[in-house]
């Protein structure tokens, strides 16, 4: 699949209608249409972004039944939103999303839900080699406990790949607790048997050896602060961290904190990769092959 590699290429690209729904023509059906009703692959382009069989003349859109069905936005506004989301660093705000596109901040923010879903893809692969893994808290300043335990903040465990210089990919995910139980489940579906897990001495992680991993746990001292334990880990939270404050003014609530993670770990993991258009592409692909969310959903998780 060809995509645009620059600004000026995507705007050549996507300057009509009819541009962008023959790309996403070609996504969907890359083996050629075919009619769900009558099994034919015969067909007329029609108005209004559908597709019309030959021998049944059923109708269908190149948008049903994905990501981007009921849409009341253009599809040339919606490869605007995805160009936008992959392109910059730092990624948009729903605020800063409106205002370039003229969008309300609801619709805007609604989108940008959306599209964070499908950041993850089901079946990467896990982690390997050496890993780090530790948990952070997200939230702002508050009296009481502080550590694991904190009320009011949502804990999160983080797994990064560290190689010889730098680091690999990571994983964040939000734990209800720093538990064995939690921290075992955490551990299983992201990283790969066998591989090298460097944690600090607390005894949520007393089972990664018995899980057929090597375990290497690195102890506090007086030469070596709580900050310097896991240096990767603690780069990671950091990056987050201001992230949340820098991109999303931490305007993130907890019902939705996974998906702004899920954001995080997509640009991070493809933070070296020299193709913005290849990324947007695959945002495209995976918006065809999702299934329709429906608004109201988005709204269920406002805490």
């Not at 993850?120 to 406990?145: A, F, Y």
């Not at 933070?271 to 692909?285: A, D, E, I, P």
């Amino acid at each position: 699949m060809n995509y645009p590699k620059t600004q000026k290429e995507f705007e050549l690209f996507f300057s009509s209608e009819q541009k962008c729904f023959i790309y996403l023509f070609d996504i969907k059906y890359p083996n050629g249409f075919i009619c769900l009703h009558c099994n034919t692959n015969n067909y007329w382009l029609i108005k209004k972004n559908k597709i019309r069989c030959k021998k049944c003349r059923k109708e269908t859109s190149v948008i049903a039944g994905t990501l981007l069905q009921n849409s009341n936005l253009s599809l040339m506004d919606l490869f605007r939103i995805v160009w936008w989301m992959v392109i910059q660093k730092n990624g948009i705000s729903a605020m800063g999303l409106g205002r370039l596109f003229g969008l309300s901040y609801k619709t805007a923010w609604v989108w940008l839900q959306k599209f964070r879903r499908i950041m993850v893809i089901p079946e990467r692969d896990k982690l390997t080699g050496h890993v780090e893994i530790d948990e952070m808290l997200v939230g702002g300043r508050r009296k009481g406990k502080r550590g694991r335990g904190a009320e009011g903040k949502t804990l999160v465990v983080i797994a990064v790949e560290v190689y010889t210089k730098g680091t690999g990919r990571t994983r964040l995910s939000i734990i209800d607790n720093a538990s064995r139980i939690s921290l075992n489940t955490f551990i299983k579906q992201n990283v790969e048997k066998k591989s090298t897990i460097t944690t600090d001495a607390w005894s949520g992680y007393v089972d990664v050896t018995k899980m057929k991993y090597s375990h290497k746990i690195i102890n506090q001292t007086r030469e070596l602060d709580k900050d310097n334990l896991l240096p990767n880990v603690h780069k990671i939270a950091s990056l987050v961290k201001r992230w949340l404050l820098g991109t999303h003014h931490s305007y993130v609530n907890n019902g939705h904190l996974q998906f702004y993670l899920d954001e995080f770990t997509f640009r991070y993991n493809r933070r070296k990769s020299n193709s913005r258009g290849k990324l947007f592409y695959t945002m495209l692909y995976q918006a065809i092959k999702n299934e329709p969310l429906k608004n109201k959903e988005f709204f269920k998780n406002k805490k």
